[in-house]
């Protein structure tokens, strides 16, 4: 029997056209690659996976290369294309995440009068899919809507950062090392920056984004082991100690009571 994603393929049905098992075939496919989408899949791996035959499965994933879901690297590994991706965003405009999120996201940007954003990870980046304005009349507008950020550059970012395994940091420090922030590209570094906001419970950016501007990032489980974040962004005179305690005690305060699962910390930096 087949198997994809750790479940039984159903066996195709008495008088399903051909066209309509290459399409549920290909569906299966893509799921699989985008489970793997951040190391990449092999044609081997994904042949001993769902049991096809080497050219079957070569001739769907070659249809989803051709059809830009699908990428294909030098290595012959296979990663989620433009098409797929471009796919996803769309649905972020209705996201449920968004639609429960955005009356905390009101609330918080009404009493601390800053910017708050919601992110969600998307492999090595953060992407913000919705923003709120608060009253205070310098904005720190420093990520738009769709907008992908590496992880570990903003603090909501920082803060998803640190819900990766110590394997998985490592991981993504050997592929995105180069682009990160100067004082971020050491792993030494990186991980000491990530035991800090695990402690806190909370991450914090000065100057990281842009000069003159500061951060706050608190991360929660959307589903198990799925995580986004939401930060609070101002200008750095705005920030200071006892201020960055007060507004992370605000987030965890409105992530509990709108159900999400915050860091057990408290957010007060003790």
Known sequence: MNKLNGRAAPAPLDGRVQGAQAVFRAVELLKLVGLNHERGIGLPTVVATTGLERTTAYRLLSSLVNTGFVNRDKRKLYRLGLEAMQLGLATMSRAPILERCRPMMIRLARRTEDTVYLVVRNGDFAHCIHYEEGAFPIKSLVLKVGGLRLLGVGSAGTALLATLTDEEVEGFHARQHSDLPV?????????????????????????????????????????????????????RSRMRESRRQEIARLMFDELCASGWKPPVSSGTGS
Not at 186 to 204: D, F, K, V
Not at 205 to 224: C, H, M, R, W, Y
């Open 183 to 235: 004082e971020r590209r050491s792993l030494p570094h990186l991980r000491r920056q990530i035991a800090e906001t695990r402690r806190r419970g909370y991450a914090m950016t000065d100057n990281l984004v842009a000069d003159g501007v500061s951060g706050i990032g608190v991360s929660f489980e959307v589903t198990p082991g799925t995580y986004a974040a939401i930060s609070a962004g101002a200008i």
